[in-house]
């Protein structure tokens, strides 16, 4: 259905809504457009995903250092589980036994698993790949493991998740046109194995992956094979794997082109607050990364004035708040001193802390993108994005 409308900017648009899938209660509404920048609402039994969104990543069923409601008062509406790390421990059959992996994680909104693909690329030398799937060691046990396209979806059914990813290979870059040709035509064949294990299952969504490498053709050849499977969203795989912001720009250039307008868009596992900018400004819709988790873990903040490490000694005595500004409990109680502090001493408290105000900052960028989509003044707020954060951080005392 296609209704007119004039958002505040002054941009008319078409909120496009899409009930594709009979009486699936998944659908994807697009509600403005500012450039190639789009926000819209992804409806699932489970919740609301306003987009663009950023997904938190909970590898093992947890984001590391966060309760389940705190990461909810990020604003987060969804999480990233991963395939992979389940499926090995404590298996999907036990988390389907003990009732599913929302209730499983005290998670009730909507969780995104990932099919395993890329962490089993990841296992290189323990790996071996064939047409079938792929065979590998455990990394805990050395165990041996088949994943296959059934097999993941078969797992991600287990697990309960609201939306599936098929089965891919994710070759690391650099490789030769010839190894990404190769790989990505396997990936569409593993895509429509995985279109037909997943099978008819109402409320749940499953989405497609395009690969190609840095190669238009390639990219182009392997979303018209997507599409002609049919998914009830496309992600854009392959990236942020070794090839830089630069050359990851220059595909999300024209790939967001090549897929439907009218299903969410998700670019995997990325990442800087810079690059997330970057791929909503040309038409991503979701995307994941561990970073700002992983960072709060390891002493470093992102925040709208740039990067700082709160372990430099120039924080230690400064009695201020890493961002004036930021609404994060963080922000609000704890001085840079303190947060100094614990880190040095090897607190839990501080991954605590440090995570919680890092997925704070990440989800206000989220929400900031969407007013101003919304408002038709996109390039605006990117420019003072950009601006903001050139300014680094506050002088020190």
């Known amino acids: 259905m296609y209704g007119p409308g004039v958002q505040p900017g002054g941009l008319a648009i078409a909120t496009i809504r899409c009930m594709w899938a009979g009486m699936n209660s998944f659908s994807f509404s697009l509600h403005a457009e500012s450039g190639q920048a789009r926000t819209g609402v992804i409806s699932t039994p489970r919740g609301e995903i306003r987009t663009p969104a950023f ?15 705190s990461v909810r008062e990020t604003g987060a509406d969804i999480l990233l589980g991963n395939t992979y790390h389940l499926m090995l421990r404590p298996t999907a059959e036990r988390i389907a036994k003990l009732g599913g992996l929302h209730k499983f994680m005290n998670w009730e909104r909507p969780i995104l698993t990932d099919s395993g693909g890329f962490q089993v690329m ?16 455990s990394h805990i046990d050395g165990s041996k493991h088949e994943l296959t396209p059934e097999r993941s979806m078969e797992i991600q059914k287990l697990l309960g998740s609201d939306i599936v990813m098929c089965f891919d290979e994710c070759p690391a870059l650099p490789a030769t046109d010839k190894e990404v040709a190769e790989s990505m035509r396997l ?5 429509a194995r995985s279109k037909e294990a997943f099978g008819d299952r109402p409320g749940h969504a499953l989405f497609g992956i395009m690969q190609g490498g840095v190669t238009p053709e390639l990219r182009e050849e392997s979303a018209k094979a997507l599409q002609e499977i049919g998914f009830d969203g496309y992600a854009v795989g392959g990236l942020a794997v070794g090839e ?3 050359a990851m720009f220059g595909v999300l250039d024209y790939a967001p082109g090549y897929l439907p307008k009218d299903r969410p868009r998700y670019l995997m596992g990325v990442g800087k607050p810079d690059d997330i900018v970057g791929a909503v400004k040309r038409g991503i819709d979701m995307m994941d990364c561990v970073l700002p988790s992983r960072s709060g873990r390891t002493g470093q903040v992102w925040t709208r004035y740039g990067f700082l490490n ?3 000694a120039r924080h230690q005595d400064d009695p201020r708040p890493i ?23 090897q607190e839990i408290i501080s991954s605590m802390l440090l995570t919680w105000h890092n997925l704070h900052y990440y989800q206000e960028i989220m929400a900031g993108m969407r ?25 020190q005392l």
């Open 122 to 137: 990841s296992l290189a030398g323990l790996r071996k790949l064939n047409e079938q799937g792929v065979t590998f060691k």
């Open 371 to 395: 007013e101003a989509i919304a408002a038709g003044r996109f390039d605006t707020w990117e420019t003072e994005f950009h601006a903001q954060r050139a300014q680094g951080d506050i002088e």
């Open 187 to 191: 990936s569409m064949r593993w895509a």
């Open 323 to 345: 961002d004036e500004n930021c609404t994060c409990p963080t922000c609000r109680n704890y001085s840079r001193a303190y947060l100094h502090h614990v880190f040095r001493s």
């Open 310 to 312: 709160i372990k430099n």
């Open 244 to 246: 830089g912001q630069e």
């Open 55 to 69: 997904m938190p990543v909970g590898t093992a069923a947890t984001v590391k250092a966060m309760l389940p409601e």
